[in-house]
């Protein structure tokens, strides 16, 4: 969410080998990130990385400290997460974490809800939009999006004709 100190990039999936070796899978099957970091946090708990690979697996990584199996298992199914500040971006790239909580307008101004949250599928990520009881699903490309302002909380969007809604459960 914006604004968190920390952001979650993976999570560890499981042991690998006898040594206290983690394989942790990455949101971002392409991010190297675990290779360029000293330390990350698993299940809130700063562990320093010995040493971190790739593999056709995913990422596996040695931590300080868990030397065996039966360690390493522990950490089966724990959340993985940097510090939000080592992330580097460029010009005009922006967290998709960070537009979650975003309000959402048409190009005209006209309010048209929140980000709710991002839906990741292979051809593309998915703006989940609420307004309300309605539900909209964008998808996060130029065409539609024409701009974000992360410090002002805006998604500006140019929706296609005809997009598709549906009702929204509210769960108390």
């Avoid at 999570?11 to 899978?25: D, L, N, S, T």
């Amino acid at each position: 969410m914006r604004g968190d100190p920390r952001l979650e990039i993976g999570g560890i999936a499981r042991a690998h080998g006898i040594k206290g070796e983690v394989v942790v899978h990455t949101h971002d099957p392409d991010s190297e990130i675990l290779g360029e970091l000293e330390s990350i946090y698993v299940g809130g708990v700063e562990k320093k990385i010995v040493e971190a690979r790739p593999s056709q697996k995913g990422w596996l990584v040695l931590f300080e400290g868990i030397t065996t199996r039966t360690e390493a298992e522990h950490l089966r199914g724990q959340v993985v997460e940097v510090d939000r500040e080592l992330l580097e971006l460029a010009d005009g790239e922006v967290l998709l974490d960070d537009l979650v909580g975003c309000k959402v307008v048409t190009i005209d101004g006209t309010p048209w809800g929140t980000v709710a949250g991002i839906e990741l599928s292979p051809a593309q990520e998915i703006l989940v939009i609420h307004d309300g009881e309605v539900e909209r699903m964008l998808p996060l490309v130029d065409q539609f999006v024409t701009n974000i302002d992360i410090a002002a909380g805006v998604v500006t969007v140019d929706p296609p004709e005809g997009l598709p809604e549906s009702k929204v459960t509210v769960r108390s």
